[in-house]
């Protein structure tokens, strides 16, 4: 007897992120991997229900481990237009082969199709217009371009 394959969530488009980095802080070699420190010093972010910037003062934690995969973790705030801040954690991978690797650090622009960047955003948001953002799981796909990542995120329902 077949299984029934269940109905696959969807997604519903919530807003693109253009984040404005600085160059690494490089750590170096750690009994965890290649630990380099990314600030994140602004930006700007829009969807169908919101828009706003990106705030100086956040980063992206990030380990290489020894396969070259680099594990994400970045912490910063939007603050939307109509002045609401918005805590964001965002945790991920970036797959790329040793070559692409290569590539994206010496700051091409490669191809999104050559390499994985997904990730999982978690938003912190006060009481009002954007509490829905506390209540929701969120999966997004990164896009390294040479001066900025752009980050777009999807809800899933």
Known sequence: MAQQVP??????????????LKPPYIVGET?????????????????????GEIL????DWQIVRKDGVAE???HYQIKTDDGVIIYVKNTGLRVATPEVA???G?????????????????????????????????ICKGVRNPDDVTIQVWKVK
Not at 7 to 20: I, Q, R
Not at 56 to 59: E, I, K
């Open 7 to 20: 109905t696959a969530p969807t997604l519903d488009f919530v807003c693109e992120l253009k984040v404005k």
């Open 31 to 51: 009994p965890h991997g290649m630990r380099r420190i990314i600030p994140i010093i602004g930006g700007s972010f829009e969807g169908p229900a919101m828009k």
């Open 56 to 59: 100086d003062g956040g980063a």
């Open 72 to 74: 994400l973790e970045a």
């Open 102 to 104: 290569a590539r994206i």
């Open 106 to 138: 010496k700051g091409e622009q490669v191809s999104p199709s050559e390499y994985y960047f997904r990730a999982v955003p978690k938003f912190e948001a006060p009481e009002g217009k954007y509490h829905w953002m506390n209540n929701a799981i969120f």
